[in-house]
């Protein structure tokens, strides 16, 4: 009796000590280390919902992973602020949409939010540089791109020289709009620029948000056609509100959030993990043959 | 003897309780047991290496952490293999006495003192008494390693002392072969006089 008492005592304590390993290890609380921790999260490659990349795809960025990222940081009671590094060309625009709101969320919880772009931050990218309270950008960094593209292919003299006679069996007359098996008609091409013409829309009053006061909506319509600035020139119109570096933008970070200098702890939350960097991650055939035609900020 | 009986026996009667083991041989239940240390062994080393102020500075990926663990916990699998085959065979080398089996099995429950270590030392770690932790750890290994001793001695049925050699020869050997290494490269130097 008094063996198995000592035994499961024992089991008892590890299964607690156990528990708050996996516990804390979720929650990431900082028990012994810094109290300010400055949170990185990395937007790297065309910004996507999709939770899968194809084996040569070097992956992209996850909606669903930057989110999760957004939310720790918000939860997490150490993390003071949080810098957005952004390295893309844009993506689609629920993807970017959806992330946006989370960093809004994120900094209605207090938490200041500054944008440090890398090469580039067009398009969707931008479009998350406005959910957020400082944008700082490399004087040559490429940004803007504000517009929505929508892009799909006719491949039917492709498919007559194969041989390819494409069967369609629809429940409605739009249905197959943008098959690739047959030209765009009117009222189709019409349909799709509304479609097109409400997100480009939906892009301004994302910038007016987060721009207000930094540009007027007559200069933003005028540069609004999807051209592309250098850093610098964002600075001249508007688009951003300083040049610097990670670093700068870590500092500015650590300013918003009332943290003294070199003070805050920085911890990177979405560092790629081991299959990942080996670009294999939750890779799934289908996903590599066959691939949607959806609109994009890019 | 019952698992319960195993399990409380390796704590504190270690002598009678490997001495059973290295006759009756139950080795699923021990290397279930190693498998549940080790598991155990990972979940609070990473929970202890996010408490490092040190590691936590390095800014290393989490993901790395893990999978460093895991690595080592496959590593530790297999090295209890090849060090209970390695050191039956210098038992039957040098002292005609070998028990593969039976040692493996008396390695794999001497093991359960290692759950209790990083346990204790991730409990002080939170505590913030940083001293005790490290020194808790010291104990729990060098009890892990008298548990060793012991259960080469009881599956071999050899002295303590002899136990104590079979165990040492292997490090003896690794270090000589690391001397010769480092002579062979030292010789092989490219600069001339």
Redesign the interface.
Known sequence: MKKKLVVAFMLVFLLVVGSIAVVNEKGKTNFAGSDSVIGIINVEGTITGSGLSGIMDSGGANAIEIMENIKTARERQDIKAVVLRINSPGGTAAASQEIAEELDKLRKAGKPVVTSMGDMCASGGYWLACSTDYIMANGGTLTGSIGVIMQLANLEELYSKLGIKMETIKSGEHKDIGSPARPLTLEERQLLQSLIDDSYEQFLEQVKKGREGKISEEELLKIADGRIFSGRQALKLGLIDGLGNYYDAIRQAEKMAGIKKGEATVEVLNQPNFWQKLGLSNVRAGDILFKDNIMELR | MSF??I??GI??EPVKTLRYLAENKPLGQGLLVFLVVLI?NI??G???S????EL??L?L????GW?ISVITGIISFFMLFISAALLSLIGEIIYRKSNAVGLLTCLSFASIPG??GP?LE??F??A?IQWLAILISLAVGIWVLVLQVLAVREALLIDTGKAIIVMLIPFVVLIALAVLLVIGVATMSPISY
Not at chain 2, 50 to 53: A, G, H, M
Not at chain 2, 61 to 64: A, F, S
Request: hydrophobic share 45%.
């Open positions: 319960t009986e399990i409380y704590l504190f155990f979940i609070v990473q929970g202890n996010n408490l490092s102020y936590s500075n800014s990926p989490v993901q790395i999978f759950v209790l346990a991730y409990l770690s939170l913030g």
